[in-house]
Nanobody, 116 residues
Framework: QVQLVESGGGLVQPGGSLRLSCAASGSITRFNVMAWHRQAPGKERELVARIISGGTTNYADSVKGRFTISSGTAKNTMYLQMNSLKSEDTAIYYC??????????WGRGTLVTVSP
């Protein structure tokens, strides 16, 4: 059984930074993608960034140049460094693990609120 636990969300002012963490337990070696998605109120869940086995990273256009996804030195951790935050980044952020574009496991999410 795989469990994903996000942390690091909170309230931040526009222009500020936050670092989200995802800790995975269980067997995740069969997954080739770890990803961050987000869901804003009234909107569908969307991909923010993903990291593929071997280190390739992809980002949504809306966060390119501001967000950085990375794996920890412990292979079962993943981070999302978010800089220059905007009000439109306000959402619940979810950690996911899967193969290709399909996430097989999700965390429960961590809320990020960007507001003056």
């Amino acid at each position: 059984q795989v469990q994903l636990v996000e942390s690091g969300g909170g309230l931040v002012q526009p222009g500020g930074s936050l670092r989200l963490s995802c800790a995975a337990s269980g067997s995740i070696t069969r997954f080739n993608v770890m990803a961050w998605h987000r869901q804003a109120p009234g909107k569908e869940r969307e991909l923010v960034a993903r990291i593929i086995s071997g280190g390739t990273t992809n980002y949504a256009d809306s966060v390119k140049g501001r967000f950085t996804i990375s794996s920890g030195t412990a292979k079962n951790t993943m981070y999302l460094q978010m800089n220059s935050l905007k009000s439109e980044d306000t959402a619940i952020y979810y950690c996911g693990a899967g193969i290709g574009n399909v996430m097989d496991y999700w965390g429960r999410g961590t809320l990020v609120t960007v507001s003056p």
